[in-house]
């Protein structure tokens, strides 16, 4: 009866029928599931179904297919079930859910996108059945059931009411079902029991798959065990310590000595009430817990941490002034604005010995010795140093240390240092602080705050001692190549101090007393055969720097080739201007890379940057065009206002300067500064601007004898700019003989007779101060 009247409802399966692709899933006859359905022309199959047959074919998706892509055709596999929509609901977002049973195997011979839908040729798959097989079919049956009954007996059941129910079912399509129901099988796995031609293949996959989830059973069963087994080990081994434990009591070898000997050394300790009331706390916590547990190493390691902490070890300064500037010269040439302020601590700790000690800040150039400074201040004073990088540190825990909490937490870089340092009052050198970062992890400019303030450094925080510590006996030297990037209220703790570049005599003493040298040490040789003049040569053709580090290298450069020279033909080259090359390349820099000549449009600039002074040309050009301004060399919005500036002025002022009106509005003026791809910014442009703008309207050549830097406003007066002694020093390398500098910066170069030395400086206070130097004859 049944058989007939499968092939009663198979007779009515119409030839096409809509087709529902299944995601992770694979439904078989009789199976009724839920599914939900958002693409459209799925849902317009359904409706069309839901008028007709109320039949769909589900087609199971592949494995393969991508998730965030659209399915197509091919991604579907051809056998699949047809199966009647027993309830259909609409959810709010445009999808729909049905509730679908399966009716019986079908071959989707084509597939099509028509009209809108996906739908499909179908040919019902019809089970090939053998009386001949009904032993085999029950013998298979009884085995199954065999299976279930390992499963339970073993204590892993594949439901609660598993077995029973499978001992109840003797038909084949049933058990098939109801196993099928309760086996987590992959897309494939199911396919392939849906495809299956008989019963009797389709059961004896079946059987392999119950065998493989008792295999799978047993094998977690194995591990269960394995873990009680190690559970009781480590019961066993905590037994056999205790009784270790009170073994070594009789024996009078307590671990309470331990803990005696902490509560010793912290009656010893010179701290405040404070620390000594948390420290007590964590060492009776210490007793009272497990000497194996994770717990115990913590806070071990926390004890050992404040027991060697230099609470109160402080070294004694040498007060001897004569000692201090022996070693600062030593150690640097110049830098007399430095040593003058360590000098005056030092006088002022002669008269009182508990004067607050400094917080210097080193800003400028790489290369001027700002680090090996710190050094040199420790030695003079006797006293221990150690560096802080703060250089790329975007993590507040490098200041302040990390909580206790945290696996593998340590304190911050300062307790670190100050430990390593085993005094409470070393110098300390933070470095780069001007390239501290921020991130989710905090701000560490934010953490220095209290690092670096005298009030409130004395009660330090970390976060990993929890207990507050003194830093306020160091010396803090902080370095830093620019102040634009450092916080205002951290500028604000520190006392600045400007290190210049150096001028050519400057670096000629620095190569002759420590990087030559550095240079012999380094290749091991005992002499370089070069003279000054060579060394000047050196200087002015292979560098560009404000500070020595390059310099330093083409010493050593020149003492390896020394070094082969005496391997290889045990002799020992005599460097001279001649050969130069033939060790060191072709010079790098000329006398004539700037411009000597006079020519229209063509101005000498001077600009400052975080790695000294630097020579710029401004150029201008005349074309016909609309009285268009085009300024290109990217240039900040600071400089391209004291580009509109100056034009202004020029247009302001044209009938003095012999300009013909017209020129404005049948003319587009052309600003450009070479080397594009280097942003500039800055007012220091503005009388640099204005002379190249007149030049080349009044078409007469500017001076090539004169280089200039200075803020112009609209009236034509001269502001006052910085970076004065860098800008200097950058027109003297480039050998320029004159310059243009504001009038109200005189007192930046008050005792810098070194650096003006050789150059004439000329201070202006209007534009037409300029103009007579640069453009003669048009006033």
């Known amino acids: 009866m049944k058989a007939v009247l499968n092939k009663a409802i198979q007779e009515k399966i119409p030839d096409n029928l809509p087709v529902i692709p299944t995601m992770d899933v694979v439904v078989f006859p009789q199976m009724i599931v839920p599914l939900l359905v958002l693409d459209k022309r799925i849902i317009k199959g359904i409706n069309n179904a839901l008028e007709g047959s109320k039949m769909v074919l589900l087609l199971a998706a592949k494995k393969q297919v991508n998730q965030q892509e659209a399915i197509g055709t091919n991604d579907l596999y051809q056998v699949g079930t047809v199966a009647s929509i027993m309830r259909m609901i609409k959810i709010p977002d445009g999808g729909i859910k049905v509730l679908v049973q399966g009716i019986c195997k079908a071959n989707a011979l084509s597939l099509s996108t028509n009209q809108e839908t996906l739908s499909a040729t179908v040919e019902p798959i019809e089970i090939k059945e053998n009386s001949e097989q009904d032993t085999e079919l029950m013998a298979q049956i009884k085995n199954i059931k065999d299976l279930a009954e390992q499963i339970t007996a073993s204590g892993q059941s594949l439901s609660p009411d598993f077995h029973i129910i499978l001992s109840k079912i003797n038909d084949p399509d049933k058990i098939a079902d109801f196993v099928l129901s309760h ?80 509560r010793v050394k912290l009656a010893k300790l010179q701290v405040t009430d404070e620390v000594k009331s948390e420290v007590s ?3 009776n916590r210490l007793e009272s817990t497990a000497p194996e547990s994770m717990e115990a190493m913590v806070i071990r390691n926390y004890l050992e941490w404040i027991f060697a902490l230099p609470w109160s070890n402080e070294t004694e300064d040498n007060l001897d002034i004569k000692h201090a500037k022996e070693i600062l ?13 360590i000098l005056d601590f030092i006088s002022v700790r002669n008269l009182k010995k508990d004067s607050y000690a400094p917080i210097l800040c080193f800003v400028g150039p790489p290369g001027t010795g700002k680090t090996s400074l710190g050094k040199s201040i420790a030695r003079s004073l006797g006293r221990s140093y150690f560096r802080v990088s703060l250089g790329g540190v975007r993590d507040e825990a490098e200041i302040r240390g990390h909580r206790r909490t945290y696996v593998g937490a340590m304190p911050g870089r300062f307790i670190q240092g100050i430990r390593k340092a085993g005094t409470i009052n070393p110098i300390i050198i933070i470095d780069e602080l001007d390239k501290i970062g921020a991130d989710f992890r905090g701000d560490p400019s934010a953490a ?8 409130q450094n004395k009660t330090f925080y970390d976060n990993y001692l929890g207990v507050p510590f003194d830093l306020s006996k160091s010396i803090f030297i902080a370095t830093a190549n620019s102040l634009d990037t450092i916080s205002a209220p951290l500028r604000d703790r520190m006392e600045i101090i400007q290190l210049s570049g150096y001028t050519m005599n400057e670096k000629l003493h620095i190569t002759k007393r420590h990087l030559i040298q550095r240079a012999l040490d380094g290749a091991g040789i005992k002499e370089l055969k070069l003279n000054d003049s060579v060394v000047e040569d050196v200087i002015s053709s292979y560098t560009r720097e404000s500070g020595v580090r390059q ?106 300067f012999g300009i013909k009106p017209e020129i404005f509005t049948k003319h587009d003026l052309h600003i450009h500064v070479p080397a594009g791809a280097v942003p500039k910014d800055g ?6 601007i204005l002379s190249s703008i007149l030049s080349v309207l009044t078409k007469k050549p500017i001076s090539a004898q004169y280089a200039m830097t200075g803020e112009l406003n609209l009236r034509g007066n001269i502001m006052p700019i910085g970076g004065v002694k860098e800008k200097v020093l950058a027109a003297k390398r480039n050998k320029i003989p004159n310059i243009l500098l504001p009038e109200k910066n005189k007192q930046d170069l008050k005792d810098a007779d070194e650096i003006i030395q050789g150059i004439n400086i000329i201070w202006v206070k209007k534009a037409e101060d300029v103009l007579q130097h640069v453009l003669a004859g048009i006033i």
């Open 448 to 455: 220095m705050l209290e690092v670096l303030d005298p009030q």
């Open 683 to 688: 007012p220091s442009a503005g009388i640099t």
């Open 183 to 262: 086996l987590n099988l992959t897309v494939e796995q199911a396919q392939e029991l849906l495809e299956q031609e008989n019963k009797k293949d389709l059961l004896n996959t079946l059987y392999n798959h119950l065998h493989k989830e008792i295999e799978v059973s047993q094998m977690q069963e194995k591990i269960r065990n394995s873990a009680r087994d190690s559970m009781n080990k480590s019961q066993k081994e905590y037994y056999l310590r205790e009784q270790m434990r009170a073994i070594k009591q009789e024996l009078g070898e307590n671990e309470g000595e331990e803990i005696e000997q902490m």
């Open 551 to 656: 310099l330093e290298r083409l010493m050593h450069k020149l003492a390896a080739k020394s070094a082969r020279s005496i391997v290889e033909t045990n002799k020992q080259i005599t460097f001279t201007a001649k050969n130069l090359v033939q060790y060191l390349g072709p010079k790098i820099l000329r006398d004539e890379e700037y411009n000597q000549k006079d020519q229209v449009g063509i101005t000498n600039g001077l600009a400052w940057t975080a790695y000294g002074g630097e020579m710029l040309k401004i150029e201008a050009v005349l074309v016909p065009g609309q009285g268009k301004f085009i300024l290109t060399g990217q240039l900040g919005d600071v400089m391209k206002e004291s580009a509109q500036a100056a034009m202004s002025y020029a247009r302001l002022h044209a009938n003095k």
């Open 329 to 341: 010269d030593e150690d640097h040439y110049g830098l007399k604005e430095i040593k003058d302020r």
């Open 281 to 283: 706390r964590q060492i």
